[in-house]
């Protein structure tokens, strides 16, 4: 796989809840890792599918962030998101 990032990233290993929300209204939450951040964003592995959806919100560690979705893929029985910081509301 090509990594296409325009920013370096940093290896992680921390267990976050991730409130997933379509369309402003939240779907469901799920734990998730993250498994590296960068400056661009992050990159969170699930154990099951996602669900159709566009947003996530993280909490840990009493840290709120929005992320937009940029991209979900499943990669040798794990589950992945490609995440953006979001500034919307």
Same mark, same amino acid.
Request: hydrophobic fraction near 45%.
């Given at each position: 796989m090509v990594d296409k990032r325009s920013h370096p990233r940093f290896p992680?290993?921390? %267990? /976050?809840e991730a409130e997933l929300f379509r369309a402003h209204r939240r779907h469901s939450i799920q734990k998730a890792?993250? @498994?590296?951040?960068s400056e661009g964003g &992050? &990159?969170?592995?699930?154990e099951s599918p996602l669900?159709?959806?566009?947003? /996530? /919100?993280l909490r840990t +560690?009493? /840290?709120? &962030?929005?992320?937009?979705? #940029? #991209? +979900?893929?499943e990669r040798d029985g794990a589950y992945f998101a490609? &995440?953006?910081l979001s @500034? %919307? %509301?």
């Open positions: 992680c290993s921390r %267990e /976050v890792q993250v @498994t590296d951040i &992050l &990159l969170l592995r699930f669900p159709r959806v566009d947003r /996530v /919100v +560690a009493g /840290v709120v &962030l929005s992320y937009k979705i #940029r #991209r +979900a893929f490609g &995440l953006q @500034t %919307e %509301e």
